[in-house]
T-cell receptor, first 116, second 113 residues
Framework: KAGVTQTPRYLIKTRGQQVTLSCSPISGHRSVSWYQQTPGQGLQFLFEYFSETQRNKGNFPGRFSGRQFSNSRSEMNVSTLELGDSALYLC???????????????FGAGSRLTVL | SQQGEEDPQALSIQEGENATMNCSYKTSINNLQWYRQNSGRGLVHLILIRSNEREKHSGRLRVTLDTSKKSSSLLITASRAADTASYFCATVYDTGANSKLTFGKGITLSVRP
């Protein structure tokens, strides 16, 4: 079974530009979550999509947006980039464990964004 | 913030020793999970413990949960150099539609050969 695939792995942008990151979840997983990871703030939850609908949202400005397609692939977009948006952006797809009913995340390798 | 807090922030041990990492959280949870992250990569799920459980084992991993103290610990026995990584606890406060995971800032474990 293929894992969670994120593209691109690395990218460099300048302030004011916008960026789109892509995530392909594990086949059969309908939930996709996005996290921002920085040395200072750790892992911060951005949003979660389930069946093309945003189900949960973190405390990020409106410049951060996302969407999910009918095949469960997801994209996130950051507009008007700021220096502080430099981070590792992690996507995770999830399933419910049969024994516990709990959501367990499978992460992609991440997209490392550098804003100059 | 509902974010869990791990301690210590960094831990350095010799290969073969045991590593103990702690996590505290603020409000009632449904379950708590531990993840590992190798440098610059995605996180990997290690183990999950539900709020009605006190201890779970998986291979060299042992996790405990004390809901009265709102804390959990992860023990890695007989550590190996390959265990060098960052470890995160993640708390889940609800199930169903609001079952997002909230992560702590992580513990950096270094295992010296």
């Amino acid at each position: 079974k293929a894992g969670v695939t994120q593209t691109p792995r690395y990218l460099i942008k300048t302030r004011g530009q916008q960026v789109t990151l892509s995530c392909s979840p594990i086949s059969g997983h309908r939930s996709v979550s996005w996290y921002q990871q920085t040395p200072g703030q750790g892992l911060q939850f951005l949003f979660e999509y389930f069946s093309e609908t945003q189900r949960n949202k973190g405390n990020f400005p409106g410049r951060f947006s996302g969407r999910q397609f009918s095949n469960s692939r997801s994209e996130m977009n950051v507009s008007t980039l700021e220096l502080g948006d430099s981070a590792l952006y992690l996507c995770a797809s999830s399933f419910k464990q049969g024994t516990t009913g709990a959501n367990v995340l499978t992460f992609g390798a991440g997209s490392r964004l550098t804003v100059l | 913030s509902q974010q869990g807090e791990e301690d210590p922030q960094a831990l350095s041990i010799q290969e073969g020793e045991n590593a103990t990492m702690n996590c505290s959280y603020k409000t009632s949870i449904n379950n708590l999970q531990w993840y590992r992250q190798n440098s610059g990569r995605g996180l990997v799920h290690l183990i999950l413990i539900r709020s009605n459980e006190r201890e779970k084992h998986s291979g060299r991993l042992r996790v405990t949960l004390d809901t009265s103290k709102k804390s959990s610990s992860l023990l890695i026995t007989a550590s190996r150099a390959a265990d060098t990584a960052s470890y995160f606890c993640a708390t889940v406060y609800d199930t169903g539609a609001n079952s997002k995971l909230t992560f702590g800032k992580g513990i950096t474990l270094s295992v010296r050969p």
